[in-house]
């Protein structure tokens, strides 16, 4: 396949994601950082549909995302697929170097884009997972705000933060911007706030 019909490809998924977003009555709103790798979380996740939401809004846009995914997961037919879609394995029997295992996927790329949930979860939690924020300081990479707000019906990616090493001081910032955004189940919607340990 020849380079022009790829990229017509690719417009012709642009057009029809932007088509199914003004179809269900959605529009988005983004602003990209400057750097062309960054971690963007999304976040409220309350429902299977949010998935559905970013990846309609990263075909709009154009935003080539990776996602990670249980190294189990990527035998045959089945791993073809997800590697298709973004996924990247990751082996998560190594918990403790989970950080260091995705920042490490930065080094390899010259554009790398992953999407975490910090909420890890569809249900309540009573915090954010600061996973995100350790791998984009370890990267050296920004963190990009993504969202799905289902009351005013706007997908999009707010402002990015580079990571100081105070986590506080920026996650602050982080909750702020998170603070009004509505998820598709508002009662699964927990604190924004990270773990006291």
């Known amino acids: 396949m020849s380079l022009s019909m790829v990229i017509q490809q690719i417009k012709l998924v642009q057009i029809f994601s932007r088509c199914i977003l003004r179809l269900i009555g959605w529009h988005t709103n983004v602003i990209l950082p400057k750097s062309s790798s960054y971690v963007l979380i ?21 935003i080539p995302i990776h996602w990670l995914g249980k190294k189990s997961l990527f035998v045959g037919p089945l791993g073809f697929i997800m590697r298709l ?16 295992q995705i920042a490490a996927k930065f080094d390899k790329q010259d554009r790398m884009i992953i999407v975490l949930a910090p909420e890890g979860t569809r ?4 915090h954010w997972r600061s996973g995100f924020y350790y791998i984009a300081l370890k990267a050296g990479v920004p963190i990009a705000m993504s969202y799905a707000d289902y009351k005013n019906k706007i997908v999009g990616i707010g402002p990015s933060i580079i990571p100081t090493g105070d986590i506080k001081a920026d996650f602050e910032i982080i909750h702020n911007f998170y603070i009004d ?10 604190k924004i706030e990270l773990s006291n340990n």
């Open 123 to 126: 249900s309540i939690t009573p």
């Open 42 to 62: 999304g976040a409220p996740h309350t429902s299977n549909w949010d998935f559905a939401m970013m990846m309609l809004l990263t075909t709009a846009e154009g």
């Open 85 to 100: 879609l973004g996924a990247i394995p990751v082996n998560r029997d190594e918990r403790t170097k989970m950080v260091d």
């Open 181 to 190: 955004i509505v998820g598709k189940y508002p009662d699964k919607q927990g």
